[in-house]
């Protein structure tokens, strides 16, 4: 079983349109999430990240978090063709405990379309 | 966010030849540094983690003694791919993880075509 799940699309929606894009992972003692966009052929950015439980809005994108169905999402309202990439779906597996930085773990990430 | 440079952008080099990429960050010290490989359409796969003054530690599968890392400094990581065949060809990306929540911030990668 995937540590982090995503659905790997393609995801088409017009311009306009809201995009969704979910995320479940199996590490219950997970507590930081985090979206990145990845254009083709560059590296990932990061675009989101959130901590608690609920809704965290930032301009067009609003990240979900329910740590109690293991689930975190990425709606992006008004999707613009320039939103086209792939978005990861990232997870710190682990409470903080050393203070030493700690791998993420990533999805498959999920490729979007937005259709003009 | 932490601000990251990778060096050079792009290399071709014959096979059995060595590379060295270079991955600073720039605004930040980093006492821990990632170096993943992404093939095409693929996700990205973590090599290793790079941690300043101390040996790396490398994900099963990958062999530490063809992809050497070295972290000297809190704001530079190398990784040297040693005797360099084709099949080594792939986009190498560093990141820079933050303390805190552990975000970690990418280097804009460099593109290995391997000869």
């Known amino acids: 079983q995937k540590e982090v799940e995503q659905n790997s699309g393609p995801l088409s929606v017009p311009e306009g349109a809201i995009a969704s894009l979910n995320c479940t992972y199996s590490d219950r003692g997970s507590q930081s999430f985090f979206w990145y966009r990845q254009y083709s052929g560059k590296s990932p950015e990061l675009i989101m990240s959130i901590y608690s439980n609920g809704d965290k809005e930032d301009g067009r994108f609003t990240a979900q978090l329910n740590k109690a169905s293991q689930y975190v999402s990425l709606l992006i309202r008004d999707s613009q063709p320039s939103d086209s990439a792939t978005y990861l779906c990232a997870v710190n597996p682990s409470l903080i405990s050393s203070g030493s930085a700690r791998q993420l773990t990533f999805g498959s990430g999920t490729q979007l379309t937005v259709l003009p | 966010g932490a601000v990251v440079s990778q060096h050079p952008s792009w290399v071709i080099c014959k096979s059995g030849t060595s590379v060295k990429i270079e991955c600073r960050s720039l605004d930040f010290q980093a006492t821990t540094m990632f170096w993943y490989r992404q093939f095409p359409k693929q996700s990205l796969m973590l090599m290793a983690t790079?941690?300043?003054?101390?040996?790396?530690?490398?994900e099963q599968g990958v062999e530490k003694d063809k992809f050497l890392i070295n972290h000297a400094s809190l704001t530079l990581s190398t990784l040297t791919v040693t005797s360099a065949h084709p099949e080594d060809s792939s986009f190498y990306i560093c990141?820079?993880?933050?303390?805190?929540?552990?975000?970690?911030?990418f280097g804009p990668g460099t593109r290995l075509t391997v000869t």
């Open positions: 790079s941690n300043e003054g101390s040996k790396a530690t490398y």
């Open positions: 990141s820079v993880a933050t303390s805190g929540y552990y975000e970690q911030y």
